[in-house]
């Protein structure tokens, strides 16, 4: 894998002194530069020691193991929680001191309010005393604030910095875990789900981190500002404490359910992106068969569903917000209804201290609170999850045992040996199996690809090797180290050199060797860098024969003492197959030993030893000679099959598991013509987009229009006006009474100050009058409030909704070529992380904005209405904000652009690792992965950490700016004390503090919703992907087309992008009706795009017609539905086998039923436990790689197609059910334009004709037997290749095939009559 250690420069963190730490002056320059111009990776400071993934890792994995160890002692479940404690906790709790002397300020501050506005209320011009005390107090309240500012910084450093180590280290145990899973386990867990781990559940400790002290702080807070408040206007406080303890509970309920929905979420995002993961790597057959609209039904569906959870849970928050806006107008009416019907006099300052207190408990018990609460059973249902993974079976670790120095030692010795994969579910996968293998032996494993079995017996008997398979009775001994090629090959992304070397040490001699063993210099040749080509994801830049020979080369680098190859040579062609057997299995290998899995039984004769498997069971071991002399009727089998299949040596294109993309996207790279351009060899793989600047003001309005509509909008504003109106009435009402000094007391005169003299009936009036009133304003703020929450809700969960819906279809709509240069990470991250923002917090975030931003525009124009002066300060300040807050995106939006980024490849990292697990393991490179990991993660800490960082900057900033303003203001109203009236002083002061939170809080809210609208551009910008041809067009296929299946290709041409190298160039060939066309041509001569370009998969130049329609004019759709194509990779989702067959529903069971008859795998399908309605595992994995191809069969056959392409399908299945395949098609298809692609020429040489292709060009098509006579035909050379006895059987197949052709003229007599229909066109 690629180190990407080109880390970020030195950390000035490291090096900084205590002024510039405690006001992040080391940040300054970076902000200058990201002014100045774009940010990219090398501007990143490097993460300091102490952040660094593998050191927190390994320390909190180290804590995690004993936990394990002493749980396992006492029998319990481990705790995961505890194992955080330990490792966190006291460092946590030393963020506990700054939060505690945070909120005890915030509590001290309104005192000091109320002492100001009571020298206003007894204002003496006289008392010097009275106005030194006052300027002593406004003194106190600005350092005060001063102190608020620092502490809150470096509360949020602290805590932050915690919860990123937490899911730094989290992800490394999670990585380290998934690594060593034992194949049980990767049953029981998914990628999709291992994926959501990583990019979800982590992220839940950076979150809860900030409000958990808040649990306690909360109470004890609340319970001194009872107090205060009791001196303050005694026992009528109780009543608004009432009103806020009632709202507790409530909120502690809302959190519950929280978690509850979020749970179901989790569970619902873990399908939908497991489902994206299986659309994204089978998007090609998805294409070929036309099943894009079952497939967005089904998308829509599970979106729909987990939609229903993500409203709910926004219901739930937009309730909790409008609570929190709500509770204070609720609290401070009951509290002062209350203190005006015991009769007291509302006086002032009264009002202001009381106010003051309600907003400090405001926050912490209605907002901190329950949010901790919330957060914590959020992070409950992750920590579970986590655990559960980590507590998942591992695979045993195998003890190597050093291969003593006499090489007369077994290397592999088994006895009696017996495994299961599931032993719940299956019989064994090996049953009584002996042997023993010596050093230098070749041994080679033949049978039957898997009968019913989750894998292939012969592969099985690998795994046991390698310590995949548990062992469940025998015994199994491997000396020294092993190296293994797997069937399926696997790439990752990175260069073919990093491929090979695996992350071992460069030896340029061996390194050759091997290329030169593995038949790798001719393709390195070809492409531009050499072995510094990039590959792409899942080797989208390779083809099948490449990636197999780079998987064997990689196996061959090793220095092992056993090698196990799982069927390298069913990949290539007779040519390569032969060159790898002779120059690398016994050449390069040849002291060595080996176990070879093949259904190449031509090679058999070379192997020291042969083992005959079949349905677990050894059926015979020996030497070639002692299997032939045996009276096993092994040997006939054997026989039996050399005379039909003996050539079946042959590019059987590798089946893999993962690498959907057909080979064809860069075919020319191994073509051999060397006047040829390379083409396309290897693209490297670009960069993920970023977009630049601001975020465009089309993304805002496509989010808001998404889900609502104009008038919508309108409503929404309006709304919200009404609201922000009723809220500023309530706060006003209060002082206008205040100031009217209307008391219920029962004094029979109250003197009012302006000396009307006025009857307490009149009083009762007033008092009625009053109350009336603010009860009115109050209920209207309340009901408004929650109505705008709501509404706003549910329209941006709506536009969420929509748009990824948007996005998913666009993506379907989406040439393939797209996929191929987009790694699978970078399109999944699109539909896990960005969607998940726009899910859940990004309308809480946008709301909240909204909301503040109202606010403090209602508060701003009540303070001027008072003190018009106040707008001489507050117009540069505003001015200053918005020049902070530009100053500060430019940096923190790259910044968070890049975090984005860079956090793609720990995903990709993490998908490649576990299609590779086995090989990883074999060759003993977890270690050097993990580090790998470690570096990934490392470099989005980089980002990560800088991202919390400048975001403290820019908030210590504008903290600062604000405490000014509070000093101004403070002192501003002593100075001019002169006819300012306490009501005013206190609204004035009251407001300044609030609107310095606030708007310092509303900027970076703004920030923070302009960083995370770059989700909904990354979103926004897949749903406008160019899509391919409409999938139905105004001109329909006339009814029952194509009756006849004759294809013409007229000067057709074909390349996968439009500025990219032709790939079939000015092809022109006439299929007659019901032909059997075989198609042959090295890797990379253009079989597959001849393919590509009949289905349109990128449009070709040049005309198609299918019985005489012309294919360009017909929808996508209507086109491919009519043509059926067994493909290379046999692709199954993970639904019911119903749904695999038959997305559509088109078909009754007894057609199923009979179709899984004619390929024979009926059977099968009965002994499931549900029939048809079971469910198969991730990409089909509970089925064998035949019986996956069988079920591709069976989908043709239910199609019932004119035309059928046979895409390499038989390759990587024995040779018996190769011949059921054949055997089928030729009974089933018997009227059938069939064209198949093989690299096995028994399997086409009996066709009527055959086509060689060679660099796009066709070379020669005629009847086999007539190539076959002329020496010059390059089918003539493919043939001679095989071997002579192979070639003799081959020449008399075409021969007996073409007397059979001959009696009925030179085709089936509907070909004649066909013919001038081409003509015409």
């Known amino acids: 894998m690629e180190n990407p250690e080109k880390g970020g420069r030195r950390n000035p963190l490291a090096t900084a002194n205590l002024f510039s730490k405690l006001f992040l002056c080391w940040l ?174 982590v992220n839940r400790f950076d979150e809860i981190i900030l409000n958990l002290h808040y649990l306690w702080v909360g109470p004890l807070q609340a319970l001194v500002v009872i107090v205060l408040l009791w001196s303050e206007i005694g026992p009528s406080c109780l009543a608004g404490v009432a009103a806020i303890a009632l709202m507790m509970p409530v909120q502690t309920w809302f959190g519950k359910l929280f978690g509850i929905f979020r749970s179901k979420t989790s569970v619902l995002t873990d399908g939908r992106i497991r489902i994206m993961n299986e659309v994204v790597s089978g998007i090609r057959i998805i294409k070929m068969y036309a099943w894009e609209k079952p497939l967005s039904a089904l998308v829509t569906e599970v979106r729909r569903k987990e939609i229903c959870q993500v409203l709910k849970s926004s219901y739930l928050r937009g309730l909790n917000m409008a609570s929190f806006f709500a509770s204070s107008k609720i609290t401070v009416f009951v509290t002062f209804a209350a203190f005006a019907l015991l009769g007291n006099a509302i006086t002032a300052s009264s009002v202001f201290v009381t106010v003051s207190l309600y907003s400090t408990i405001k926050l912490t018990v209605t907002l901190f609170f329950p949010l901790a609460i919330e957060k914590m059973s959020e ?66 494993v033949i049978g039957p690809v898997g009968a019913g079995k989750v894998s292939d017996e012969e592969s099985s008997l690998l795994s046991a090797i390698l310590g995949e398979l548990p062992r469940d009775t025998g015994a199994l001994r491997v000396k020294g180290q092993l190296a293994f090629a797997s069937q399926q090959p696997w790439v990752f992304p990175g260069t073919i050199r990093s491929n090979i070397l695996f992350g071992r040490e460069l030896n340029p001699k061996k390194y050759e060797k091997v290329l030169q063993a593995c038949a790798l210099k001719k393709d390195l040749d070809v492409f531009p860098d050499g072995d510094l080509t990039l590959i792409g994801d899942r080797g989208a830049t390779l083809s099948g024969g490449q990636k197999a020979r780079l998987n064997l080369a990689r196996a061959v680098y090793e220095e092992a003492d056993v090698y196990l190859l799982d069927d390298p040579l069913s990949a290539v062609d007779a040519e390569v197959g032969k060159h790898l057997f002779e120059q690398c299995i016994c050449g390069l290998l040849q002291n060595k030993c080996r176990v070879l899995v093949t259904h190449q039984l031509q090679y058999l004769q070379a192997a020291d030893k042969i083992l005959v498997l079949r349905e677990g069971h050894m059926v015979g071991q020996g030497s070639y000679g002692e299997l032939q002399r045996s009276s096993l009727d092994v040997v006939s089998l054997l026989r039996k099959d050399e005379e039909q299949d003996s050539d079946n040596l042959s590019l059987h294109s590798q089946w893999t598991n993962f690498s959907h993309s057909s080979h064809s996207s860069l075919l020319p790279a191994d073509s051999s013509c060397p006047d040829q351009p390379p083409a396309e060899a290897a693209p490297t793989l670009a960069e993920e987009s970023r977009v630049e600047g601001n975020v465009d003001g089309h993304v805002y309005l496509k989010y808001f229009t998404a889900g609502c509509s104009s008038l919508v909008l309108l409503l929404i504003v309006v709304i919200s006006i009404v609201a922000e109106v009723a809220y500023i009435l309530q706060d006003w009402w209060l002082v206008y009474w205040a100031r009217a000094g209307v008391s219920n007391s029962s004094a029979p005169v109250v003197g009012i100050r302006n000396g009307v003299n006025a009857t307490p009936a009149d009083a009762e009036f007033h008092l009625t009058f009053y109350l009336g009133v603010y009860s009115g304003l109050t209920v209207a703020a309340v009901v408004f409030g929650f109505v705008r929450s709501l509404v706003m809700f549910h329209g941006l969960v709506k536009s969420a909704q929509n748009l990824h819906n948007d996005m998913f279809n666009a993506v ?510």
């Not at 111009?37 to 490097?46: A, P």
């Not at 045992?401 to 996968?429: A, G, R």
């Not at 699109?830 to 859940?840: A, I, L, N, P, T």
């Open 379 to 444: 992070t409950a249902v992750s920590v579970h999850r986590i655990k559960n993974f980590l507590t998942l079976q591992e695979v045993e670790r195998r003890t190597f045992e050093p291969p003593l120095e006499e090489m007369k030692e077994n290397v592999v010795e088994m006895e009696n040996l017996s495994c299961y994969w599931d032993k719940t579910l299956d019989s064994p996968s090996l049953q009584n199996i002996s042997l023993s293998v010596k050093p230098h032996q070749l041994v080679a």
């Open 28 to 201: 300054t320059p970076l902000m200058h530069r990201g002014h100045k111009q774009r940010l990219n990776e090398n501007d990143m400071y490097g993460v300091l020691p102490e952040d660094r993934s593998e050191n927190l890792g390994e320390d909190l994995q180290r804590i995690w193991t004993q936990e394990v160890r002493s749980a396992r002692k006492e029998l319990q479940d481990p705790n995961l929680t505890r194992v955080l404690l330990k490792a966190y906790g006291k460092s946590y709790a030393l963020a506990g001191l700054y939060v505690f002397s945070l909120e005890a300020i915030k509590v001290f501050q309104p005192l000091l309010l109320g002492k100001i506005i009571e020298y206003f209320e007894n204002y003496n011009p006289d008392d010097a005393a009275g106005l030194y005390t006052a300027y002593g107090f406004a003194a106190a309240m600005s350092i005060s604030t001063f102190a608020l500012t620092i502490l809150q910084h470096l509360y949020y450093y602290q805590v932050l910095r915690i919860g990123m180590r937490i899911r730094v280290a989290m992800c490394h145990m999670i990585y380290q875990k998934a690594l060593r899973l034992s194949s049980e386990s990767m049953g029981r867990t998914t990628t999709g789900q291992i994926v959501n781990l990583l990019s979800n559940d």
């Open 812 to 1321: 379907l709509r989406t040439d393939v070529h797209f996929f191929d240069v987009n790694p699978i990470g970078r399109i999944l991250n699109r539909f896990s992380k960005d969607v998940g923002q726009m899910d859940s917090m990004l309308p809480i975030t946008f709301v909240d904005c909204y909301q503040l931003f109202l606010q403090n525009v209602g508060v701003v124009a009540v303070a001027a209405a008072v003190i018009p002066l106040i707008l001489v300060p507050v117009v540069p300040l505003l001015l200053f904000f918005l020049y902070l807050r530009r100053y500060y995106l430019h940096t923190s939006r790259d910044v968070k652009r890049l975090e984005s980024t860079t956090r793609s490849p720990v995903f990709s990292h993490l998908s490649s690792s576990l299609q590779g697990l086995w090989t990883i393991r074999a060759l003993g490179a977890e270690e050097r992965l993990r580090k790998t990991f470690d570096c990934y993660q490392d470099r989005h800490s980089e980002a990560w950490f800088l991202f919390l960082m400048t975001s403290r900057w820019f908030a210590l900033r504008l903290d600062s700016i604000c405490s000014v303003f509070i000093t101004f203001t403070a002192f501003g109203c002593i100075l001019f004390r002169d006819g300012v009236e306490a009501g005013q002083v206190g609204l004035v002061l009251t407001y300044a503090v609030t609107l310095v939170g606030n708007f310092q809080w509303s900027v970076r809210q703004s920030a923070e919703v302009e960083n995370m609208m770059t989700s909904v551009e990354r979103v926004v910008e897949y749903t406008q992907l160019e899509s391919e041809a409409p999938w139905e067009t105004e001109k329909r296929p006339p009814p029952g087309w194509p009756s006849e299946g004759a294809v013409t290709f007229d000067t057709v041409s074909f390349s996968y992008t439009a500025d990219g190298p032709l790939v079939l160039k000015d092809i022109s060939a006439w299929i007659k009706p019901s032909e059997k066309l075989g198609i042959v041509g090295r890797t990379g001569a253009g079989k597959s795009s001849l393919i590509s370009a009949l289905f349109r998969l990128a449009e070709p130049r040049g005309k198609i017609y299918i019985d005489g329609v012309l294919t360009s004019d017909l929808g996508l759709h209507d086109l491919r539905q009519k043509m059926s194509i067994i493909p290379q990779d046999p692709v199954l989702f993970t639904d019911t086998l119903r749904r695999n067959l038959d997305p559509f529903g088109r078909h009754s069971d007894e057609e199923l039923w009979r179709a899984l008859e004619e390929v024979q795998l009926k059977s099968v399908a009965e002994d499931l436990p549900g029939k048809l309605e079971t469910v198969l595992a991730e990409t089909g994995s509970n089925f064998s790689v035949g019986q996956r191809q069988l079920v591709c069969l069976a989908r043709a056959v239910l199609r019932r197609n004119r035309i059928l392409i046979i895409d390499e399908a038989t390759a990587n299945v024995d040779p018996r059910t190769d011949e059921l395949i054949q055997k089928t098609i030729r009974d089933t298809f018997r009227e059938c334009t069939v064209l198949t692609i093989a690299h096995r020429l028994n399997t086409i040489i009996d066709s009527d004709r055959i086509l060689v292709l060679d660099g796009g060009i066709i070379q020669e098509l005629d009847r086999p037997f007539a190539l076959l006579q002329n020496q010059d035909s390059a089918l003539y050379r493919l043939v001679q290749q095989t071997g002579r006895a192979e070639a003799a059987a081959l020449l008399e197949s075409a021969r007996q095939s073409d007397q059979r052709t001959e009696p009925n003229g030179s085709q089936n007599p509907r070909t004649e009559r066909s013919c001038p229909e081409s003509n015409e066109m």
